[in-house]
């Protein structure tokens, strides 16, 4: 099932960041399938890692983005990030001392903030560099090829 969909309400007009985000809309939806499947804990465990990593990895993305653009609202971005980052792995802590598992609950909270990140604080971002007319691209490393979990 879907728990949210790509769509061109989604997108920004930056491809690299547009990219990351359908990727991590795509490693959102495993999850939720995993989560639906009734898959076993180390599946469901290992499926919120790639998630996590790949958070990761996109935040960076996005923060050298504003870095080498200058970016006034830098600093309350990347706290955004920060706590999203937290938060996460707080749960997937709980979730491995089994006094927590993925929930329904837990699959909005995700679906929502990603959201809700996109739509304001990152469209925000993409509309301040856009209209400046030139902005410069950070350089990401190849990104590793993530084996896919069979759901
Ligand atoms: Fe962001």
């Known amino acids: ?14 491809a690299l960041i547009d990219e990351q985000h359908q990727r991590l809309i795509f490693l959102l939806n495993r999850l939720n399938d995993a989560m639906l499947a009734g898959h076993s804990k180390e599946v469901v465990h290992d499926v919120l890692e790639q998630l996590i990593d790949y958070t990761q990895y996109h ?5 050298q983005l504003m870095k080498l653009n200058h970016y006034q609202a830098e600093d309350s971005h990347c706290l955004e990030h920060q706590r ?3 938060d996460v792995q707080a749960f997937q ?5 089994g006094q927590e598992r993925i929930s329904i609950d837990i699959m909005m909270f ?19 560099l856009q209209a400046s007319g030139t902005f410069i691209l950070p350089t990401m490393q190849q990104e590793a090829q993530q084996e896919i979990i069979p759901c």
């Open 1 to 14: 099932m879907t728990l949210i969909s790509w769509g061109p309400s989604l997108e920004l007009g930056i």
């Open 59 to 63: 935040f960076s993305t996005e923060e």
């Open 84 to 86: 999203f980052i937290d």
């Open 93 to 97: 802590r709980q979730c491995t001392a």
């Open 110 to 128: 995700l679906r929502d903030w990603l959201a809700r990140h996109i739509l304001h604080t990152d469209k925000k971002l993409a509309d301040t």
